[in-house]
């Protein structure tokens, strides 16, 4: 079974609409870390948040927000106003504690198109 | 700021060659890791390292090695290259557990074309 799933495969939406990305994880360990990461045509994946699973209050950045939620084991990230540089394939990482510390388990990658 | 580099942005070989991916790191980590990532497969790992000369193998180290001479320094190495190698390849480091931020950082990436 996957460990991360993300559901919307490609999202395509006009500048300075919202839009959120959906996470849903699955773990049996009380301990885990939940990241985001951006990778941009360019390749390069761009960390952009953490979140430990003590931890569940929402993070604003800017545009950016995240929605984490034990009780539906989701962490959902929501950029307001969107804009094209955006674009980009987003992806979602749950990481667990103990042996598997060094294993993280990717989705498979949400890719938004902003266009103008 | 946070440094991962990796010698190559884009790289084509032969087939049967041997290549070699170099991936240097800035932050005195002790995890560093190879990764591919192909269209539809995501992100796969290949190997890890946890240590100076220790390494474990991911989900798909077949045709690959690994070297970590090193703390900072981790190569992949593709002993016979072949066409289905022909991947975009990238690498990440990690701090150790228990030292607070758990996160993986990635170097820019390495597209390796196999003729």
């Known amino acids: 079974a996957q460990k991360v799933t993300q559901a919307q495969t490609e999202i395509s939406v006009v500048e300075k609409e919202d839009v959120t990305l959906d996470c849903v994880y699955e773990?049996?360990?009380?301990?885990?870390?939940l990241f985001w990461y951006k990778q941009p045509p360019s390749g390069e994946l761009v960390f952009l948040i953490r979140r430990n699973s003590f931890d569940e209050q929402n993070e604003i950045s800017g545009r950016y927000s995240w929605n984490f939620q034990k009780s539906t084991s989701s962490f959902n990230f929501t950029i307001t106003a969107s804009q094209v540089v955006d674009s980009a394939v987003y992806f979602c990482?749950?990481?667990?504690?103990?042996?598997?510390?060094?294993?993280?388990?990717f989705g498979s990658g949400t890719k938004l198109n902003v266009k103008p | 700021d946070v440094k991962v580099t990796q010698s190559s942005r884009y790289l084509v070989k032969r087939t049967g060659e041997k290549v070699f991916l170099e991936c240097v790191q800035d932050m005195d980590h002790e995890n560093m890791f190879w990764y591919r990532q192909d269209p539809g497969l995501g992100l796969r790992l290949i190997y890890f390292?946890?240590?100076?000369?220790m390494k474990e193998k991911g989900d798909i180290p077949e045709g690959y090695s690994v070297s970590r001479e090193k703390k900072e320094r981790f190569s992949l190495i593709l002993e016979s290259a072949s066409t289905n190698q022909t991947s975009m390849y990238l690498c990440?480091?990690?701090?150790?557990w228990g030292q607070g931020y758990n996160e993986q950082f990635f170097g820019p990436g390495t597209r390796l074309t196999v003729l």
């Open positions: 773990t049996r360990d009380t301990t885990y870390y």
């Open positions: 990440a480091s990690r701090a150790q």
């Open positions: 990482a749950l990481s667990e504690a103990g042996d598997n510390f060094n294993k993280f388990y």
């Open positions: 390292s946890y240590d100076v000369k």
